[in-house]
């Protein structure tokens, strides 16, 4: 087993893999541990990825894996149950091939883990970590494997899993009451790549366009339409919702959504995860950095949780690649880094923050000023542009 590297990444999911493929071939030895004893994970979850996602799964070698099971977005449709106002952004209001795309976890971390294997990384699986300390000269990362313990050291120890884990003195968290109720649906008309955001009391309800199910799930009929359903419901309504028939579910589905797509047809198996806004407290050493679900946990309302922490992971690989091996993990390079994703990291925390609490209720004089919003959203060329490349590449779009 290997004692030493520069970098150990703990979390070979898609952010910890992408760390380590933006470091390929750049002569510092690197270290994957994975808690599950395989990389691939068969999970139908689906996940919204930015156009400047796709880009850095491009430049890491992924997308081509990827892309036969991802699904483009080219319009994005935004109202609100109940009110006025509604918004259409366009891949051609933003000057690109798709606003973003939607695939399932499981290819994801598929196509990273096809190209992880066959990176100059090492990835070990099986290591369930269970301590992460540091001293002022390396990071020190104790695990278990195969019923033995093991420590590594490194000049960095990178968190890039397991943000709801931290401790409570680690983190800071936003309780809101809610939680997904995520499903596949198909609806009369087909998707035409067009994925929606409707604001309701309840919270936000996301359709995301999916062209082709997983196996073993049934083709939907000829003319219909398939989505991934994100159902923001109130934590108390969570079991009651989940234990509807399928024909009551679709029901209430369809009031709370109303019928641009036509009815709702079909309802596949429902899960449900709780909402939180969870962002992890600064380390206390420089040798110890959290990018993804360990550094914060968004609201799904804007699909930015994920597409944050590729870009931390790419930011990071940079970082690295720019500092000399010697220096790795130095309080200069920790806080340039630190620096360098603030605003993003804040930004999108606040931003899906103010969507969550500005649209998740039936306040009147609220929902007067929510229409206006999408209107004026609509209205003005310039202004939907600059907000859907922020949509697309973060904080650097403004």
Request: charged share 20%; aromatic share 6%; glycine share 10%.
């Amino acid at each position: 087993m290997i004692e030493h590297v520069d970098i150990a990444i703990i979390g070979g999911g898609p952010v910890g893999a992408s760390l380590a493929l933006g470091l390929e071939g750049s002569g510092l030895s690197v270290a994957v541990l994975e808690a599950r004893e395989k990389l691939e994970v068969a999970d139908p979850r689906a996940l919204a990825l930015s156009q400047g996602c796709r880009l850095t799964l491009e430049r890491l070698g992924a997308w081509a894996a990827l892309a036969p099971d991802a699904t483009a977005i080219e319009t994005i449709h935004v109202s609100q149950r109940g009110g006025l106002g509604r918004a259409v952004l366009t891949r051609e209001d933003a000057g690109v091939p798709a606003l973003g795309y939607v695939a399932e976890y499981g290819a994801l971390v598929a196509a990273l883990a096809g190209r992880l294997r066959v990176s100059d990384a090492t990835v070990v699986t099986g290591a369930r970590v269970t301590d992460v300390a540091a001293t002022s000269a390396y990071a020190a990362v104790r695990y278990q494997r195969g019923g033995a313990e093991h420590l590594l050291t490194a000049r960095m120890a990178v968190l890039s899993e397991g943000g709801r884990a931290l401790p409570a003195h680690m983190r800071q968290d936003k309780d809101y009451g809610q939680s997904a109720v995520i499903a596949n649906v198909t609806t009369q008309r087909p998707h035409a790549r067009r994925a929606y955001e409707r604001f309701t009391a309840e919270g936000p309800i996301a359709l995301l366009p999916l062209d082709a199910p997983s196996p073993p799930a049934p083709l939907p009929p000829a003319g219909e339409g398939r989505y991934a359903l994100v159902w923001t419901t109130p934590s108390a309504l969570v079991e009651e919702r989940l234990a509807l028939s399928d024909a009551d579910f679709l029901a209430q589905l369809q009031v709370a959504f109303g019928d641009r797509q036509g009815r709702f047809t079909h309802a596949g198996p429902r899960a449900a995860f709780p909402l939180k806004l969870t962002l992890a407290a600064e380390s206390k050493s420089p040798r110890i950095q959290r990018i993804g679900n360990a550094a914060h946990v968004l609201h799904p309302v804007a699909g930015q949780g994920f597409n944050l922490g590729v870009r931390d992971a790419w930011h990071l690989a940079q970082r690295i690649l720019d500092t000399p091996r010697e220096r790795l993990g130095e309080a200069a390079m920790s806080n340039a880094y630190a620096a360098e994703r603030r605003f993003d990291v804040l930004g999108g925390s606040l931003m899906t923050d103010i969507l969550v609490e500005a649209f998740s209720n039936d306040r009147p004089l609220l929902g007067h000023a929510r229409g206006a919003a999408l209107i004026l959203l609509d209205l003005l060329p310039p202004l939907k542009t600059l907000f859907a490349r922020k949509m697309m590449f973060g904080a650097q779009a403004w």
